[in-house]
Nanobody, 115 residues
């Protein structure tokens, strides 16, 4: 079955960096666009970034544009989110999402930006 497993979250100071990974299995990874979303306490889940199946297309929420970079490795079946210049408002649980039929979510990884 489809599995999405996020990792790489943690506690980081403002201005710091983290790299999230989402390892996948159970579907043809190279055929699906993938996204990252996040959900802060008391708020709705929001879009962060998307990458097309062949990585030719990427798009970002305005709030992270210029600071975050989404990428993918179609050999390792993994999607990444490089997060730089982190701000306290980036604190959230980050989820990866598989597009296409039977869209699926991972379990999430906590990112906390605090001094």
């Amino acid at each position: 079955q489809v599995q999405l497993v996020e990792s790489g979250g943690g506690l980081v100071q403002p201005g710091g960096s983290l790299r999230l990974s989402c390892a996948t299995s159970g579907f043809t990874f190279s055929s699906n666009a993938m996204s990252w979303y996040r959900q802060a306490p008391g708020k709705e889940r929001e879009f962060v970034a998307v990458i097309g199946s062949a990585a030719h297309m990427t798009n970002y929420a305005d709030s992270v544009k210029g600071r975050f970079t989404i990428s993918r490795d179609n050999v390792k079946n993994t999607v990444y989110l490089q997060m730089n210049s982190l701000k306290p408002e980036d604190t959230a649980v980050y989820y990866c999402y598989k597009h296409g039929a039977g869209g699926s979510w991972g379990q999430g990884t906590q990112v906390t930006v605090s001094s």
